[in-house]
T-cell receptor, first 113, second 112 residues
Framework: AQTVTQSQPEMSVQEAETVTLSCTYD???????LFWYKQPPSRQMILVIR??????QNATENRFSVNFQKAAKSFSLKISDSQLGDTAMYFC??????????FGTGTSLTVIP | DAGVTQSPTHLIKTRGQQVTLRCSPK?????VSWYQQALGQGPQFIFQ???????QRGNFPDRFSGHQFPNYSSELNVNALLLGDSALYLC???????????FGSGTRLTVV
């Protein structure tokens, strides 16, 4: 079974500070992709960052970076220089071969001015 | 370049009724997936359509069915609605075997 666990239902961070969102997953697959999606009140899922399991180098996208620990099946998201527009639900997602996303239950992030 | 378009944005149905939700994929995408997102939960995979066929299905009953048209747009049908079917239904499009998935803003279904 493929599962994704986000153990932090809610988090808050001061504007301009750094915050880390946690995610663990369970799979027997060796080849897969990991994602962080942002869902603002507009409801659309917006891709934040993507990591391929076969790449050891951690992905980065501007202020967003991941810490991918394949052996520990851990995939955390670090947001640097937090901005008010970062306030949203963040979902960790896992995609093995087969093109189906498995999502966690989400972390609600609030950036405090 | 239009993204994924879903209609309607909201609707309210009565238990036992049937509903059809629609999705137009992003230009150039040929694969459509549907997800159900209950309140406070992450999206759950319903099924995926490619070349007008259901290619993969999640753990949903047969009351959930779909269709893909030659222009790649898709419909999700739910029969005999239950209160528990109340959720946000998300459509995601992609290019087969591609790496980019684009989500729509969803249809909020309320069953009363």
């Amino acid at each position: 079974a493929q599962t994704v666990t986000q153990s932090q239902p809610e988090m808050s961070v001061q504007e301009a500070e750094t915050v880390t969102l946690s995610c663990t997953y369970d799979t027997s697959e060796s080849n897969y992709y990991l994602f962080w999606y942002k869902q603002p009140p507009s409801r659309q899922m917006i891709l934040v960052i993507r990591q391929e399991a076969y790449k050891q180098q951690n992905a980065t996208e501007n202020r967003f970076s991941v810490n991918f620990q394949k052996a520990a099946k851990s995939f955390s998201l670090k947001i640097s220089d937090s901005q008010l527009g970062d306030t949203a639900m963040y979902f960790c997602a896992f995609m093995p071969t087969g093109n189906q996303f498995y999502f966690g239950t989400g972390t609600s992030l609030t950036v405090i001015p | 370049d239009a993204g994924v378009t879903q209609s309607p944005t909201h609707l309210i149905k009565t238990r036992g009724q049937q509903v059809t939700l629609r999705c137009s994929p992003k230009s150039g995408h040929d694969t459509v997936s549907w997800y159900q997102q209950a309140l406070g939960q992450g999206p759950q995979f319903i099924f995926q359509y490619y070349e007008e066929e259901e290619r993969q299905r999640g753990n949903f009953p047969d009351r959930f069915s779909g269709h893909q048209f030659p222009n790649y747009s898709s419909e999700l049908n739910v029969n005999a609605l239950l209160l528990g079917d109340s959720a946000l239904y998300l459509c995601a499009s992609s290019l087969d075997q591609g790496e980019g998935y684009t989500f729509g803003s969803g249809t909020r279904l309320t069953v009363v």
